[in-house]
Structures are given as C-alpha cells and as structure tokens.
C-alpha cells in the first residue's frame, strides 16, 4: 500500500488534482509561493511533532472511547459531590434540542437567517425573567463565578465604590474568579458567619459596611448548602448604606423558595447549570445576571442583548442588539468590560428546560429536593460520630462533620471509593474552621435506596474501615 | 432540482414556522414532563420538605412560566432549529475571522454521549479522572508543539477571556518583579475588540495604532508609543485583513527593548498550522481558540476554551488547577504561589478539549499543514474570483497575498449604486447563504466585509458562493431597491432602523414586553 497523503474527508480541496488546478488559477507555481510575505526566518523549519494521525473514524472512535473508559462516571457510581456543579435530571427533549446541527454549528449569524437563535435566546432570558420575578437578563455569561464578577463591578459602576462585602462562606472557587476579576481597583471584605447556623453575622456586617460599600454580596442558598434566613435584612442593611445587593442563586430552587426580588435584591446572578446541563467536568457551567428594569442597571450590562421589535411585515417579531455600544464589540476598551463568545447552547438548553418544566415542574423539583436531602441529612447524622455542621434549614446541601470519628475526610472518601460512591467534598482545605468537614449534595436524581446505600457504607467506612 | 448550472444558483426559501414566542402558546394545566417525586417512605419521615424553608423564604407566587404540553415544546425548539443556518447547513464562508469550520460528528458524538464525558464531576478523585486528566495533559503538548510556547491552560471559557487571563498574567508578572509603573498596553486597530477591552478590565490604559497603506502599523508608530509604562503588547497577525505583518518580529524586539511583554492572539491561527509559530516571532504569550482553528462547533455562540499558551518563565502565573504527570498518574496540582488563581470554575469546558484532541489525532502534523494550506489557498482563490465583480474591492495590500481571510469592501458599488454592505449581507441569505460578517468596529475599511473560506469548503462550494454574491452586484446595478429591501426569502422580513434602544421600546424579555406596550397603549389618544 502507498503512504502516500491521503485525501482529508474534512478537506475537500486536499484532493491533489484540485489543489494543482487551485494553485494554477491564482498564479502559484507552489503553495508556499502563498505564503511569501512570511519571511523565511519566521517559518517553522521541521515537521511538527504530533503523534501518528488515526485516520479512520473506527479507530478514532475506539481510541477515545478506550480514553474516556478511563474515568470513572456517575452513572455507574453514586454520586454526592455539588459545590456548584450538580448531577440533575436532564429531559431527554434538551439534548435532542442542543445537539441539532443547525443550534450547534450557528455563532454570529443576524437576526434573519438565524432568527430562531434569537428567538431562543430572547425566550431564554424570558424564562429566567419568570422564575427570578426579574425584567431584564443579557445574553448568558461564561459561568456563575463569571456572573458574581460582574455583578460586582456593574454594581461598582453604579454607586462609584470600590469596596465589596462578601460571606467568609462563599464558594472557592468564586473567591477566586473574584480575587482576580477585582484587581485592581476594587476590594474585598469577608464576612464572618455564625458557627451555629452559618449564617451570615449580621452583627460584623453592620460594623463593616460603609459609605465605601458598592456592594454586598450574599449567596443564597449558600455555598455551604443552608438558606440566610435573614437575607431581607441583609439587603435592607445594605441599602441603607446606599450599597447594591447582589444575590447569587441556583435557579433550580426557585419553584419554593423566594427569587431574590422577592427580599430586595436589584441584581441577582448564579449558574444555571442546574437547568438542563450535564455536568461533564464542569463544562455545563453558564451564567446568568438579572436586574430590574431600570436604565440604571440596563446600560451597565457588560454582554449582548436580543431585544424583541417589529419589521416591515405586518404582525412579525423581529430582534435586534439592545445598546450594542455599551459592549466592547461596538466600543472596544471604552465598552463594559469585555465581552465575548459564552455559553450560548447553555441558554437554548435552559429555555427548553424551563419550557418543559412550567411552574409545576421546578415546584415539584424544588420539593423533591428539599425532601430527599433532609431525609439524608436526617439519616446520616443519625450515624455515630457524624454530625451536622450547621442547625439550619438548607437546600440541596449540607454539612456534615467527622471530627468524632477520628478518620479525615479524604479518608472516608477513599474508602468510599471502594462501594463505588463519590463522598461529598472535602471542606477542610477551604474551611479549616469546620475541622473534618464534608460537603453532600442530594438532588432529584437520588432515591432512597441511593441514600441507604451511601448510609450503610458510611456506616461501616466508619465503624470498620 | 438543483442549481442552475449557467449561474449556480439555488432556488432557496428559508424555514418559516411563523412561530409565536413560547409564552403565547401556554395552556393552563398543561404538562411539558413530569419529575421524580420522593418515596412514600421518605414523605412519611421529612414530610413535604418546603416547611422547613423559613416563611420569609418560602416562594408564596408561582412563577409564570408557560404551561405546554412535550410534543409542543419539542415542535417549538425544532421550528426555531430550522430557522437557524448553522453551519452544518451551509456554505458558512460569510463569518469571516471566526474559522468555521466543519465540526466532525464523531468526535461530537462521543463527547456529548459518552458517560465517561457527560456524567463526570469535576470534583471526583484525580483516580477516577485518569481519561479526562490524559487529553488534557496532552492536548496541552499538542499545543506547545504548534505553537512552540512552553505551558497552555484551558481554563478561559472563550478567546475572550484568554486575553483577559494573559492580561491578568501579565499584570501579576510585573508586579513580582516590584515594576510598578507598567500601566498601558498596546494594540491594533485591525486586532479583536478584545484585545483593548479584556487588558482594560485588567486595568491598563490601552493605547490603538492604526494602519499604514499597507494594513499594519509602522513599526516606528509603535516605538513611539512605547516606553517604560507599556505593559505589554496584543496584537494579532495575520489581523482581521488576512495581512501577515512580515515586521512582526521587530514589533516584539522594539517591545522587548522597553522591557515590556508580548501578547499573540491566535484565536484564529487555521493559516499558520505547521508553517509559522509564535516562538519563532518571538512572542511570551498566544491563545487558540479552540472553536475556531480546532474544530469546537459554535453553539450559538459558546462555551468554548480560549488556550492560552505562555513561555516557562511565566508559567507559574498561570490558573491553577494544572495537569500533571508523574510517570504513572495524572494529577491536579492545585498549590502555585504564583498564580492568578482562577478566571473561571473547575477548568473550564472539558467536552471542548476532547473535541479538538480527537481533531488533531485525526489529521496528525500532515493533515494540519493540509488544512492550513487549503484554507490559504481557498482564500486566494475566492479572492480572485471576488476581485472581478464590480463593486468588489480590498483596501490594503490589494496586490499582496492574504492568508486565511480577507476583509472586502463594497464601497464602489455603494457609490455607483446606494447600495451599501449591509443591504447585500440581508440580501444574501435568500440565496441560501449565512449573511456575511462585516468588520468589527469602528469601520475603518468602507462598507466593509469579512469572508474565511477555510479548509472545509470545495472549489464547488466557493464557486456558488462567488455566484452569489455576483449575482447581488448585478442586482444591485439593475434594480437597487430589491437589495436594499431585503430579505424576502427569510423568517421575516427587515428590521427597520432601530428604535430598539429607546428606553421606552427596550424588550429584552416578554414581560419587559408586554408591560412595556401596555403602556404604550395607555398614552395612545383615544
């Protein structure tokens, strides 16, 4: 057989008798004579040192698939860990949807040969509008932490502060977005929380707010699972000091609990991976920000916006950019931070979702949730020497503590690897506070034969492991 | 059926569904799916579960979300699908600097499908990870191969934030060298929005250079901006033109000189595979976006990764965690003293990172260089083929050869006709065509448009491509108003000239519009 090149199926000019007549109609003797303005010295000499291509599609297949074989996955282990990427039902009709060619493929098309983009994404904000009790959202952000970070700067732009309040319990991992995305103009002041419930101490808020404050930000539900019951007097304080309130949610608690509207918040902001995303390592993050409908807030929106109008025909919906100046595409530097290509299938995948869903499905959701994660709260505290972290309603999830079992986290994890479970998150690195402490995170997708399991081998991790 | 052969042109009438928005076809009671609910059992013990919510945190009003039944919603979104011209359904040459290419559906397949992919945490035990943690690590050395840079990160969730991370990296190494006074970056007009905004989010005053007749700056434009203050420099090469800059590696000495650093956006690199790198331009930092040169689909706009590529001495300021490998194992390692820390959660979009390691173990160094070539050698080619339609022109170096892509103006035609750019960009969807991209801005180029016809389009497909587009000069010449009209053949017909930022008609949600022409109504006469 020759070694010969072979033609590419993905590219078609490759065959060498359409090259030779390409090369022939422009002039070119060679195809490097296309490459002449780049100066020898600049060319790459060699051959790149890649490894054999596999060029057949069975053979690739099988050799990602013998990849991926590799990890170990949720379906055949039973997953607890959240921290902000949690294993939901996703409705099949959501993956029919976004993995049509024409959504999958589509990027920056207007609004007329790609009107159904718009229209998804226009639906998508519309949706979220509903279950946040909110007018306004922009087109999704790269995830939540991303969606913290801006808010925090959209509400700097607003009051002309600089300084920050944020819960000692946030999340990790937007502690460290925000750390970054602050610099270097902006500060951040930790809160501390009160050991018994976690709540936020409102008593430290109080002497640390000031006419400096451009914001407090509250999760709710908080990263570490509980719900602030005293976010409306949060959000009071905060006003009061002429500070926004930023409330950072997980959308798909919001069929039962309160939308951060309903106690005061103007900007709310999270993940919607919840809403129809699988988890695939942390690539169904997306995030969202929305405001109330005051040119205030509308004109500080870093990200593009699809507004609904008419067009020259009678009774249509057109779409078109919403202050396209504000972003960097239309102003460069002097635009709102920086914008850019997103999550934009996310979006589409969550307007599905929510379309699904309506009212009654994210209320039924939200129960089921509230209901399997107390009956495992309930029911692995009830084991010897675990203990709640915290006295408080929470959503989703909770805090359990090993300190009285004398075995670490990391422990118990590992020998829960061994029942094919994935124990909660190890908190002792980023809460050394909380001593042994571990994360669960008990969704829809847990039954209570998921729960006894994780219960009996807790059971005998810690008794006999 | 089929093209005309004399004119290759299509008889073509976009989907038109007539959709309402989802909102208007809510029916009360209706069902779109049903959830798992808990176990009698598990009812009996906690009860409902929402009494334990805090009453002042309990949702006391529903939301109004629509109430449709499956088939509805699925009809629904599958009409939307079909008005959408994704590039699987398309000649998708029109979205110039944006590479889209055809995105193999194996490789889509298994990375959508695959549980090993699609049910993953990314919180789960490095041991359980071992699949995900080897593309990484080694689409990491793919990348350092190709670009000839040292250590990539895939953390950035699109080109985008790839610029804003070197800037933050950027920014940290100055500050660890105690140097204080770097306070300005420097770009090109002709380079990506993002690279002024993304350095001016990190806090740097940005200074633009603009183009000489030739399409890039003087290299003596930038030596006077320059100075101890500058930061470093973002550029692009070839830029949004399809110009390669040939004095690029005296861009980056007369930077170095001042001690400043310099920045590679490679978001779009389909022309320089195999051929040029940004080690041998002498470059610190690039980026690829993966969802341009490597294959990742679009998806409506994201996610993606933007890879950002630095030098070993700056490797340490890169997002943690990083991928290592210890001979056996692969590993997070989360500790770095100096790192920026984070610029988004967990490390970024994984299932994107399979797609372009299969896409590269595909073509291998052979196929690369193959795809390079072609995609220069189609631009060449359509160029040639475009320069003989009247009306068509290229404002810089038009007798010059352009790489991968090529920004074209209509500015005669304008003249001769009063027909400008965007009224042909409406128009050429009804042939079948994504509507070309224009020029970011400001324009700088007049009636601009921006055309890639990368490695994934056959002479077949830039022939009717040409053929279109001559066809709407021809129109333009003969009967002006049926282009400045257009669409005809769409969705819907042209969005008047807006009145959409008004703070009164502003409706980026259907109750901001619906409440919004409610009182609209209310101040109506009568």
């Known amino acids: 057989m020759s070694q010969a090149k072979p033609v590419f199926p993905y590219i078609p000019n490759s065959v060498p008798q359409v090259k030779a007549e390409m090369l022939k109609e422009v002039g070119a003797g060679d195809i490097m004579d296309l490459y002449e303005e780049i100066p020898e010295h600049l060319r790459f000499p060699g051959r790149l040192n890649l490894p ?37 039902f996703v409705p099949a009709v959501c993956d029919e949807i976004n993995g049509r060619g024409e959504f999958l493929t589509a990027y920056v098309g207007e609004s007329y040969a790609d009107h159904g983009k718009w229209q998804a994404l226009f639906e998508y904000c519309s949706l979220m509008g509903e279950l946040l009790d909110m007018d306004v959202l922009s087109c999704p952000l790269y995830d939540g932490a991303q969606a913290a970070a801006t808010s925090v700067r959209m509400a700097s732009r607003i009051t002309d502060r600089y300084e920050v309040l944020i819960p000692r319990t946030l999340s990790p991992e937007l502690r460290l977005v925000l750390q970054n995305y602050c610099q270097p103009d902006h500060s951040l002041v930790e809160i501390g929380f009160d050991r018994q419930s976690g709540h936020l101490n409102v008593d430290e808020l109080n002497s640390k707010i000031s006419s400096q404050t451009a914001a407090v930000l509250l999760e709710n539900p908080s990263y570490l699972g509980f719900l602030e019951d005293e976010a409306e007097d949060i959000g009071k304080i905060a006003q009061q000091h002429g500070a926004e309130f930023i409330v950072y949610t997980d959308p798909i608690c919001l069929g039962v609990i309160a939308a951060p509207s309903h106690y005061g918040a103007r900007i709310a902001c999270g993940d919607f991976q919840s809403l129809g ?74 307007a599905v979702y929510l379309s699904l869903m309506g009212p009654r499905g994210m209320e039924e959701t939200g129960r089921t949730i509230m209901q399997m994660s107390q009956y495992a709260a ?22 359990l503590n090993f300190d009285k079992t004398n075995k670490s986290v990391a422990q118990i994890n590992k020998s829960l690897l061994e029942y094919n479970i994935f124990g909660g998150k190890d908190l002792s690195n980023d809460f050394p506070e909380l001593g042994q402490s571990s994360l669960y995170c008990v969704t829809e997708t847990k039954t209570k034969r998921d729960i006894d399991t994780l219960v009996s081998a807790l059971k005998e991790v810690i008794e006999h492991g | 059926m089929g093209r005309d052969p004399s004119t290759l042109l299509r008889k073509y009438h976009q989907a038109k569904w007539d959709e309402p928005i989802i909102f208007e076809m809510s029916v009360p009671g209706e069902r779109g799916i049903l959830v798992r609910r808990a176990e009698h059992e598990v009812q009996d013990e906690v009860g ?32 939307l699908s079909q008005e959408t011209m994704g590039t699987d359904v398309t000649i998708d040459i029109s979205q110039g600097t944006c590479t889209m290419k055809y995105s193999p559906k194996v490789q889509e397949h298994i990375a ?69 006074k770097r306070s300005e970056v420097i770009t090109t007009m002709f380079s990506h929005p993002c690279d002024s905004a993304a350095p001016a989010t990190a806090g740097f005053k940005i200074i633009t250079l603009m183009p000489d007749n030739m399409g890039y700056p003087e290299v003596n434009a930038l030596k006077a901006a320059l100075s ?33 650093l310099c920045y590679y956006d490679q978001a779009n690199a389909n022309g320089m595979l195999g051929i040029a790198r940004a080690k041998e331009a002498g470059f610190d930092l690039c980026h690829f976006n993966l969802h341009k040169t490597f294959s990742v689909p679009h998806q409506c706009m994201g996610g993606s990764v933007g890879a950002v590529g630095c030098r070993k001495e700056l490797a340490g300021f890169l997002p943690v965690p990083r991928v290592e490998f210890d001979g056996q194992q692969y590993y997070f390692e989360h500790e770095a003293s100096e790192s920026i820390g984070k610029v988004r959660s967990f490390f970024g979009n994984p299932q994107s990172l399979l797609k372009s390691y299969a896409w590269i173990m595909q073509l291998g160094a052979d196929g690369l260089r193959e795809a390079a070539e072609c995609s220069v050698l189609n631009n060449n080619y359509l160029e040639k083929k475009l320069k003989e339609i009247p009306g068509v022109s290229v404002r810089y170096s038009a007798d010059k050869r352009k790489l991968e892509q090529n920004r074209y103006s209509w500015e005669k035609l304008y003249q001769d006709t009063g027909v400008g750019t965007e009224d042909v960009m409406r128009r050429m969807a009804d ?59 769409q969705v819907v017909h042209k969005v008047p000239e807006p009145s959409i930022d008004q703070p009164e008609r502003i409706a980026v949600t259907w109750r901001q519009y619906l409440k919004k022409k409610a009182k609209a109504q209310d101040v109506l006469p009568g």
Request: glycine residues 10%; hydrophobic residues 35%; aromatic residues 10%.
């Open chain 2, 228 to 260: 101890d203050r500058t930061a470093a420099i973002f550029v692009t090469n070839p830029e949004d033109t399809g110009i390669y800059n040939p004095k690029i590696d005296q861009y980056v000495q007369a930077a170095h000189d001042v001690g400043a």
């Open chain 1, 277 to 350: 995303m699988h988890m695939q390592a942390g690539g169904g993050q997306c995030g969202f920000i929305a405001t109330v409908d005051d040119m205030k807030y509308v004109r500080e929106f870093k990200d593009l916006m699809f507004g609904i109008t008419d067009t020259v025909g009678e009774g249509e919906y057109g779409f078109g950019e919403v202050l396209f100046d504000r972003t960097s595409y239309g102003s460069r530097e002097k635009g709102k931070e920086y914008t850019g290509t997103t999550t934009g299938l996310w979006a589409v995948t969550a």
């Open chain 2, 48 to 79: 409902d579960g929402v009494s334990a919510i805090p009453a002042s945190l309990r949702r006391t009003n529903p939301s109004r979300l629509p109430e449709i039944n499956q088939v509805r919603v699925l009809r629904h979104f599958l009409h």
């Open chain 2, 112 to 180: 959508t499908r695959h549980p090993g992919m699609a049910e993953i945490h990314p919180l789960q035990p490095d041991s359980s990870l071992q699949g995900l943690l080897e593309v990484i690590y080694k689409l990491d050395h793919f990348l350092r191969e190709i670009s000839g840079l040292d250590r990539f990160t895939f953390q950035p969730g699109g080109g985008a934030q790839g610029v804003y991370t070197g800037a933050s990296i950027i920014r940290a190494y100055h500050a660890a060298r105690g140097d204080t």
């Open chain 2, 431 to 489: 042939y079948g065509l994504q509507h070309y991209w224009m020029s970011h801005h400001p324009w700088v180029v007049p009636e601009p448009f921006t055309l890639e016809p990368c490695e994934s389009y056959s002479r077949d497909d830039l022939d009717e491509y040409v053929a279109v587009l001559r066809q709407i000069s021809k129109e333009a010449y003969e009967n002006p108003e049926l282009v400045r009209s257009a669409p005809h053949n």
């Open chain 1, 378 to 399: 309930q029911r692995l505290s009830q084991i010897g020497g675990i203990q709640l972290a915290f006295q408080s309603s929470f959503f989703k999830e909770f805090v």
């Open chain 1, 52 to 88: 054999d291509p596999i060029l057949d599609e069975y053979s690739l297949k099988r050799h990602l698939m013998g990849l991926l074989a590799k990890n170990q996955n949720c379906v055949d282990n039973l997953n607890f860990l959240g921290a902000g990427c949690a294993e939901h």
